[in-house]
Every structure is written in C-alpha cells, then in structure tokens.
C-alpha cells in the first residue's frame, strides 16, 4: 500500500510509518504502565502529545477503503465528492494520478 515506485527507496513511507509507530508505543507504553501502577493522570510532553496525534491520524487513514479511492491510474477515474479539491490539488502539486496525493509526503 506504500511503496513508492517513483523513489529511489521505494519503502521510504513505511520506514517513516514504522519510526512513528515506535515513538508512539514508547507514548502508549508509559501511560499503560501509569495506569497499571493506579496512576490518576499522566503528563505528556507537547512532543509527545503531537506524537499520538499524528500516529492516530495516520491510522484513521491507513485504511484499505482510503488506498482504494486514491488507488487510480488517472483523475478521470477518481470518483468522490471531493474530486474538485483533488483536482486542484494535483494541478497545483503538479500531480497525474491521484495515487501521487496517497504518496505525498
């Protein structure tokens, strides 16, 4: 679902997946073990708190049913009520196929 074959490192996506993954298991880690130990609350860091936004933004997206809609082999084919922001999206980003926005950094 990530690879990129328009990059030198075709997997450079899911390595950054994975680094945030691990960040935020670090996150997920302490407050479990807060919790465990009866903790009320626990304090996270700006950072870390960042961190587990992201991660669950990530997630939401990272569905197979989102791959799908942006998984075309041109915007002709892209069907979504959203098609007129993804159509000046990929004019602005200099994009041709809506897999392209998927793959984005």
Not at 3 to 20: G, M, W, Y
Not at 42 to 60: A, G, H, P, S, Y
Request: net charge positive.
């Amino acid at each position: 679902m990530y690879c990129d074959a328009t990059a030198s490192d075709a997997n450079h996506i899911q390595k950054q997946l994975s680094v945030l993954e691990q960040v935020a298991l670090r996150v997920f880690n302490r407050t479990k073990d807060a919790q465990k130990l009866g903790a009320a609350s626990v304090d996270l860091t700006r950072t870390e708190l960042n961190t587990i936004r992201k991660f669950l933004f990530v997630m939401k997206y990272r569905k197979q049913g989102f791959w799908q809609k942006y998984n075309r082999p041109s915007l002709a084919e892209y069907v979504g009520v959203d098609r007129p922001d993804v159509t000046s999206f990929m004019r602005r980003r200099g994009f041709k196929k809506p897999v392209e926005m998927w793959l984005w950094p």
